[in-house]
């Protein structure tokens, strides 16, 4: 049970910088022509169609979304996953030649992009792989940076970053909970 819940971003926060994260995805390519978003499952996913939303309302033409459940490909499978879950992964346009915008929740480690790059490379060589986060928080374990991030919030081990959509959590909020037993999970929700 946390101790203390701190709001990082409510629901027009979250529009906020999802709509500046959409212009920089425009300006860096200038333009979204031979783009495509994959998000990450469980709420990465929504969160790359409604990136896609908003580039498609700034550039006027439909931006193709995937979604990867990277359960399989995670290095921590067999220790964490004792009876995994696993949804579908759909990416339903061919990758070749394309810059893909890979859309996460949360950056934290790092493991979880490591796992989606080996599986998008079983779809085929992108042009160019770009990183898109709503968080970015403390504690890489490996040399991962977000290309587009909303928002970077220092933690410690005892603070677990906690983001919810609508789509699967029935509202939109990111908050910190803080505890002083133990350690904190690093995000939980996902």
């Known amino acids: 049970m946390p101790e203390e819940t701190t709001l ?17 995805v425009v300006e860096r390519n200038r333009g979204a022509t031979d783009i495509a978003l994959v998000g990450i499952r469980r709420r990465g996913d929504s969160l790359a169609k409604r990136l896609a939303t908003l580039i498609s309302e700034i550039e006027g033409h439909p931006i193709p979304v995937g979604a990867l459940d990277i359960t399989l490909y995670r290095d921590d499978f067999q220790t964490r996953f004792p009876q995994p879950v696993v949804r579908k992964t759909a990416i339903p346009f061919d990758i070749e030649r394309r810059t893909i915008i890979l859309v996460d929740d949360v950056l934290y480690t790092g493991r979880t992009i490591r796992a989606a ?5 079983d779809f085929g060589r992108a042009k160019r792989i770009q990183l898109a986060v709503l968080i970015d928080r403390d504690g890489r374990e490996l040399p991962i940076q977000a290309d587009y991030v909303g928002e970077h919030i220092p933690t410690t081990p005892h603070e677990t970053v906690v983001v919810r959509v609508r789509e699967v959590d029935g509202e939109d909020s990111v908050t910190i909970e803080r505890t002083d037993r133990g350690q904190g999970s690093g995000v939980r929700g996902q």
Do not use: C, P, S
Not at 12 to 20: D, E, I
């Open 117 to 121: 790059l080996d599986e998008l490379t």
């Open 8 to 24: 990082v971003l409510d629901e027009k926060g979250m529009f906020r910088v999802m709509t500046r994260i959409a212009h920089e």
